[in-house]
Structure formats: structure tokens, C-alpha cells
């Protein structure tokens, strides 16, 4: 079956990848978020934001005919980038995307989300809002404050939409010592998710260019310590796992379960992108 709009996630097929079977759909093209350590870079003029032509006809012909119910919206762009409050693009999607049986799981970086609650607690829908810092990250120029994040995830919550805290990158040096912190602050939440930061060439370059005091450490962190794994460069698998440890220990702690991504360790059951809370 060939679609338009809505793609198959990782046609790849990555072995790291433990994804349930699931499409993916884009808003946008592009993302106005400008996030230094962004992995979907790949897609050229990348921050530059644009609309795409004719999505609303393009998304329905593409829901009749789809395979699987499971679509995740978005995984290469934010579908709530700040223009979506003038554009109502993304809300527009919804209303159709209303009309079929799907099962919806949102990531967004953005509190714009929450606009939406309406709609979205009549659909069979998760969200998940990507939180990386409890003061505003350096390497996230154009995001929505974290405090607007959690505000958001918590109105999501208490509509009775399952709420996933996406705690994802942990950057060396960065934020791997707030991750306490953020998970406490929003320790309602249904499910975690995390992951280490990954990096390739460019996204290196933005970050020490905005951090050049990382310079060195990353190049014997990842360059010289870590592995290559297909495209990125991965930290040691044994600094992965002591940073992945605080995760577990304090969303143990809160009885929330967690999922990995891309990390090739087991997670605690669930689902490793939150999508077990509308998979029933
Ligand atoms: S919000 Fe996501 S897609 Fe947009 S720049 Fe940041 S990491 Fe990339």
C-alpha cells in the first residue's frame, strides 16, 4: 500500500527500534523549535517551518486506506510550532482524523497542545510532551519554557488523556543532573520515556558552537569512548545505563512506568513510546 502523507514509522527497521507497528504523519515540514541537537536535520532547511500543500484532502485519502490504526504524530517536525496558534493546521488535522478509528499519540515539545483537550478527549489518544530542563534549556533556542511543558501535561492529565513525560535527550553536562528534578515535577504523569543524547556530525557542531565549553568532552565522550551506531554516535553503553538508572530509581519511586528509546536495554514493561496506554 503507497500513502502520501501519512509513512510507515521507521521503514528501516531498526533493531534498536522496539516500536509497535505505526505510522507516522507530519503536520509541517520542518520545525520552528530550533533544538541544536535535533536528529531530524537530515530533512534539508530543517528549521525553516513550511506548510504543506493540499494536507487536509492528502491526510483524509490517506486515513481511508490505512493498514495499521496506530499513528504517532510527529517524530521529524513539532505539530504544535507557535504559527499552529494562527494557522490551526494541526487542529484542522484532528477534526478529520476524529472521523476515523485511529489511535492518536501526540509528541510535541509545546504547550499549544492543551488547546486542543477537546478535541482530543474524544479521541482514543496519548500525549506526550518532551520536557529536557527545568530552567530554559540552551540548546532548545525556540521551544515553549518548560514550565509552559508541564503546565500543559498536566492539564492533559487531569482531562483524563494519558499524559507521557518524554525526558529525552539526557545531555551530558547539561541537564543529566536535573533529571530528578524533572521527573518530580511532573510525577502525575501516566508513563516516561527516555533517552540519551545522540549525535551526528552536524548536530555536534551546532552544540559546541552554542556550548564550546563541551568540545572536548564530547569528542572523548562520544568520539573516542563511545560507538557508532548506524548514522549516530552513542555515549558508552555503561555511561547510557548509569544515566539511564536515575530514571528508573525515581520513577520507581513515583510507581510510574518507563520506557527507553533506541537504547537497546529492556524496559519495565509498557511500551518504550508510551503507546501501551491506548494499545488496550
Ligand atoms: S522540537 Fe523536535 S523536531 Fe523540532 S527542532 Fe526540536 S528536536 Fe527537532
Known amino acids: 500500500m503507497t500513502y502520501d502523507v501519512i509513512r510507515p514509522f521507521d521503514p528501516w ?27 531530524a536535520t537530515y ?24 493498514e495499521s490504526p496506530l499513528i504517532s504524530m510527529s517524530n521529524s517536525s513539532d505539530p504544535y510550532p507557535s504559527v499552529e496558534k494562527q494557522y490551526g ?5 484532528l477534526e478529520i482524523m476524529k472521523g476515523y478509528r485511529i ?45 509552559r511543558r ?6 492533559i492529565y487531569d482531562a483524563g488523556i494519558p499524559a507521557i513525560l518524554r525526558l529525552d535527550p539526557i545531555i ?11 521527573i518530580e515535577s511532573c510525577s502525575f504523569v501516566d508513563h516516561i520515556v527516555t533517552s540519551t543524547l545522540k549525535l551526528r556530525k552536524d548536530s555536534f557542531n551546532r552544540v559546541i558552537r552554542r556550548l564550546p565549553e563541551l568540545e572536548g568532552r564530547y569528542k572523548k ?3 573516542e569512548c563511545g560507538e557508532k551506531i548506524h548514522n549516530s554516535w ?20 513515583f510507581g510510574i512506568s518507563y520506557g527507553f528509546c533506541r537504547e537497546g536495554f529492556e524496559f519495565n514493561g509498557g511500551s518504550c513510546d508510551g503507546s501501551h496506554l491506548i494499545i488496550k
Open 13 to 39: 527497521k531498526s533493531e534498536l527500534c522496539t516500536c509497535p507497528d505505526k505510522f507516522s504523519f507530519n503536520p509541517y515540514t520542518g520545525c520552528s523549535h530550533g533544538c541544536l541537537y535535533c536528529y
Open 43 to 66: 530533512i534539508p532547511r530543517f528549521y525553516w517551518l513550511r506548510e504543506k500543500k493540499n494536507l487536509l484532502r492528502r491526510l483524509e485519502k490517506d486515513l481511508k486506506k490505512l
Open 89 to 93: 493546521i494541526t487542529r484542522k488535522c
Open 103 to 147: 489511535k492518536l499519540l501526540i509528541v510535541t515539545k509545546s504547550d499549544i497542545v492543551a488547546r486542543d483537550l477537546n478535541l482530543l478527549s474524544e479521541m482514543q489518544c496519548a500525549v506526550s510532551i518532551s520536557i529536557t530542563s527545568i530552567q530554559k534549556n540552551p540548546l532548545e533556542p525556540s521551544a515553549p519554557e518548560p514550565e
Open 150 to 155: 508541564v503546565g500543559a501535561l498536566r492539564k
Open 172 to 182: 551530558p553536562y547539561v541537564n543529566e543532573n536535573s533529571i530528578e528534578d524533572i
Open 221 to 223: 565522550l562520544y568520539f
Open 234 to 253: 552513542y555515549l558508552p553503553a555503561e555511561s547510557r545505563e548509569s544515566i539511564l538508572k536515575k530514571v528508573v530509581e525515581k520513577c520507581r519511586e
